[in-house]
């Protein structure tokens, strides 16, 4: 029990971190929402791109909550981050390195100044994004390893307490065997004794006779 106690104390601290990032990643990915919409409504097929980023990093901060509390879910989970990171990866390249490709993509009825403005404050937001995203990835994989070496732990103090309990159990039959014959090597000295007595008393009168 010590080595499981061990590990859980570390366990307990990352989830408590991966909680508090997925918080601030499920904030983000709210928010990221906002210069999307506001640049067009509806969105051009850029802006539903975005959109679905956001999304996606929405659902994979649900699916972590759920997978903190059930402990399932690690694999969907884990491609939902990958899939995540690669696309606001993706996302940050297009509004950095295109800002005047992205606008014209973009189609925004607003002024050039705060088109500009709300795609920066987009591309500033992902770049957050994707540094929670991979904070959350990470402690995710170490706490999922957490959670195996600590199922391996108390998997190997079970078969160690069901070896000793056997080795008790073999110990008690041991010697209850021991003591059963023991008993019955002294019910069969008395009954000898018994029958010698009683035949050698028989004996006797026969020669006194």
């Known amino acids: 029990m010590g080595s499981s106690s061990k590990l859980r104390a570390p366990c307990s601290f990352l989830n408590l971190l991966l909680s508090c990032l997925n918080f601030i990643l499920f904030i983000l990915s709210s928010a990221s929402l906002a210069p999307t919409i506001l640049l067009r409504m509806p969105p051009t097929s850029l802006g539903w791109a975005f959109l679905m980023v956001s999304c ?15 402990h399932f879910c690690f694999i969907t989970h884990i491609s939902l981050l ?28 607003r002024d050039i100044k705060e088109a500009k403005l709300l795609v920066r404050l987009e591309c500033g937001v992902l770049m957050a994004m994707f540094v929670m995203q991979v904070g959350v990835l990470t402690l995710t994989c170490t706490i999922h390893s957490c959670w195996v070496r600590e199922y391996e732990g108390l998997e190997a103090e079970r078969e160690a307490a069901a070896r000793k309990r056997s080795r008790r159990i073999a110990r008690i039959q041991e010697s209850s065997m021991e003591n059963a014959a023991k008993v019955a090597e002294m019910k069969a000295k008395e009954f000898d004794e018994k029958m010698k007595n009683k035949y050698g008393q028989w004996v006797k009168t026969d020669f006194e006779g």
């Open 82 to 109: 990958l899939s995540s990171s690669i696309a606001q990866l993706l996302g940050i390249l297009a509004l950095f390195t295109r800002e005047n490709s992205s606008l014209s993509l973009l189609k925004s009825p």
């Open 56 to 70: 996606i990093s929405l659902f994979s901060s649900f699916i972590s909550f759920y997978s903190q509390l059930t």
